[in-house]
Each structure stands twice: as structure tokens, then as C-alpha cells.
């Protein structure tokens, strides 16, 4: 079964930084591209960051171009989202997501991290 | 690729054919899918390519539309089906549309 857990969101002051993990099982990590997928308060869905299934490419919204780092460890079966120079918008719930075989669906969900930027 | 799905808000019977449309601002070229949101819960995929069903989900559920027009249709509500529905485009970067709410009159 293909599971998804993420980690490390909390309540964190702007200008600082915050790092998601979401570690994957069920599936062979190393063949896959992974996302981070975003959803501020009673708000819609919104793509973060790509990283292909080597790590060799990745991709990101113009808004955190700069400030966000995705990376991915294949020995841990772990992705991560660095985050930098937070802003009170990018406070949302966090989705670590799966990229189904070669296409750019996402077909497999974690269950979400809260990152609440405040002072 | 901008992304605008209507209605925003649907109330509707259990039984009922429901219809849910997703307007993208240029050529999709088929390449939408839609998710459907529960309250609390991480998306789930329901239709990806306009109109392949995803495994495991039930086939009151279909996509179809072309260009820059594509429709979800439920074609008998079940209560379960109570949720946001998102519209998700990946033909030029990665984009969602803004959701429809059905609601269970």
C-alpha cells in the first residue's frame, strides 16, 4: 500500500525557515517524481514544487522560486521542501504528493502538514 | 492556464445526474483530470486525460470535453459523494481550478 506521511510543519515567524519531510513506502521511491502541493485556509489546491524521480530536474511556482528548495533522498525513501524567507502567505496545509508514471497527475496523497506563518 | 469552474456552489438530491464544468482560459488539449476533496482529507484522484477512470473509483464517475471545455458528471449522487471537486490541468504547467462544493440537499 502506498503511504505518504508528512512532517515537520508548525507555527513559524516571517523571515524564517521551516523544513517539510514526507517519507514514502509502498512504492519504489527512486522511480517516481514527487510534488509538494499547497492549501491555504478555505482555499483551493496549488502546485509548490516538482522534483523528477532521480532528482536531476526541478521545478517550482514563480512565488517561491528562490526561497523553497526541493530535494529527495532515495536511501530514506524521503522528500523534502526547504523553506526560506517565509511570508505570512505561504501559510497553508502542505500535501506531499506522487506524479502517476509519466504523466503529471498526481495519484497518491499524503495526509497534509499545517505551516502557519506568524509572528 | 487559468482555470474557472462553475457552479462554485451545487446543491443537489441524492439520485440526481449532477454536471460540473471546468473552463480553461486556453487549448487544453485534454489534459485535465479531477480530484474530489473531503472535508479534512487529502484529494483524491477521480478522473485523469478528460475521461479515464482512475482505479478503484466507481463508475458513476466520468469525465469528458475537449479544448479548453471539460465536464465531471456523477450520474446518480450517492450521499458519500458530498465534497469539493477540483479541476487540474497539466497540458501547459500545473494549475487547479478554484473548486465546486456539492452539497447533499
Known amino acids: 500500500e502506498v503511504q505518504l506521511v508528512e512532517s515537520g510543519g508548525g507555527l513559524v515567524q516571517p523571515g524564517r525557515s521551516l523544513k517539510l519531510s514526507c517519507a514514502a513506502s509502498?512504492?519504489?521511491?527512486?522511480?517516481?517524481?514527487m510534488a509538494w502541493v499547497r492549501q491555504a485556509p478555505k482555499k483551493g489546491l496549488e502546485w509548490v514544487a516538482t522534483i523528477v524521480y532521480d532528482g536531476g530536474s526541478t521545478y517550482y511556482r514563480d512565488s517561491v522560486k528562490g526561497r523553497f528548495t526541493i530535494s529527495r533522498d532515495h536511501a530514506k525513501s524521503t522528500l523534502y521542501l526547504q523553506m526560506d524567507s517565509l511570508r505570512s502567505e505561504d501559510t497553508a496545509t502542505y500535501y506531499c504528493?506522487?506524479?502517476?508514471?509519466?504523466?503529471?497527475?498526481?495519484?497518491?496523497w499524503g495526509r497534509g502538514v499545517m505551516v502557519t506563518v506568524s509572528s | 492556464i487559468q482555470l474557472t469552474q462553475s457552479p462554485s456552489l451545487l446543491s443537489a438530491s441524492v439520485g440526481d445526474r449532477v454536471t460540473l464544468s471546468c473552463k480553461g482560459s486556453q487549448n487544453i488539449n485534454n489534459y485535465l483530470a479531477w480530484y474530489q476533496q473531503k472535508l479534512g482529507e487529502a484529494p483524491k484522484l477521480l478522473i485523469y486525460?478528460?475521461?479515464s477512470l482512475q482505479t478503484g473509483i466507481p463508475s458513476r464517475f466520468s469525465g469528458s470535453g475537449s479544448g479548453a471545455d471539460y465536464t465531471l458528471t456523477i450520474s446518480s449522487l450517492h450521499s458519500e459523494d458530498l465534497a469539493t471537486y477540483y479541476c487540474y490541468q497539466y497540458y501547459n504547467g500545473l494549475s487547479f481550478g478554484s473548486g465546486t462544493k456539492l452539497e447533499i440537499k
Open positions: 504528493a506522487r506524479h502517476s508514471g509519466a504523466t503529471r497527475v498526481f495519484d497518491y
Open positions: 509502498g512504492f519504489a521511491f527512486s522511480d517516481y517524481a
Open positions: 486525460k478528460t475521461n
